[in-house]
């Protein structure tokens, strides 16, 4: 088996306006009075850490990645997730002609790897998994679907 490899970013960034952020901010800032108005003070404080978190993701440029396919798995920067953790591969298009690769895991907390194809053909990156992992239509789960929705 050939090893494959390429980079590319994690996600699509898309620039966030300061609308974008305002819009953030008085929801969180609403909620959490209304939180403190139902007398949930925690819940209040979970709100607001919450929004701040998601502002400073939203502000984030994303990492340019290094994916391999090789003899032993799928390798995505520093870290090897072998075959034998890895069930099913699907590779989907998007309507924008975007490749993207679905790997099912057998891992509880991370069951998808989702790893956009760049530089290489997604026939190369079907060749190359069709030995080791079964071929199974997958989609994208919601959460990601969301995430990319609002612009994640």
Same mark, same amino acid.
């Given at each position: 088996?050939?090893?494959?490899?390429?980079?590319?970013?994690?996600?699509?960034?898309?620039?966030?306006?300061?609308?974008?952020?305002?819009?953030?901010?008085?929801i969180?800032?609403?909620?959490?009075?209304?939180?403190?108005?139902?007398?949930?003070?925690?819940?209040? #404080? #979970?709100? +607001?850490?919450?929004?701040?978190?998601?502002?400073?993701?939203?502000?984030?440029?994303?990492?340019?990645?290094?994916?391999?396919?090789n003899?032993?798995?799928?390798?995505?920067?520093d870290? #090897?997730?072998?075959?034998?953790? #890895?069930?099913?591969?699907?590779?989907?298009?998007?309507?924008?002609?975007?490749?993207?690769?679905?790997?099912?895991?057998?891992?509880?907390?991370?069951?998808?790897?989702?790893?956009?194809?760049?530089?290489?053909?997604?026939?190369?990156?079907?060749?190359?998994?069709?030995?080791? +992992?079964?071929?199974?239509?997958?989609?994208?789960?919601?959460?990601?679907?969301?995430?990319?929705?609002?612009?994640?």
């Amino acid at each position: 088996m050939d090893t494959i490899s390429w980079q590319g970013y994690e996600y699509d960034h898309h620039e966030k306006t300061g609308d974008w952020f305002w819009a953030l901010g008085i929801i969180a800032l609403s909620s959490a009075i209304t939180a403190i108005i139902f007398e949930n003070i925690l819940f209040a #404080l #979970l709100i +607001l850490i919450g929004a701040f978190a998601v502002a400073l993701f939203a502000a984030k440029r994303p990492h340019l990645s290094y994916f391999e396919i090789n003899r032993r798995g799928i390798v995505v920067d520093d870290r #090897l997730f072998p075959f034998n953790t #890895l069930e099913s591969f699907w590779i989907n298009e998007d309507e924008h002609g975007h490749e993207t690769l679905i790997v099912k895991s057998n891992r509880v907390m991370m069951p998808y790897l989702i790893v956009p194809i760049h530089d290489v053909s997604g026939e190369e990156v079907h060749r190359a998994l069709a030995d080791q +992992l079964q071929e199974e239509e997958l989609h994208e789960p919601i959460s990601h679907r969301l995430l990319e929705f609002f612009g994640f």
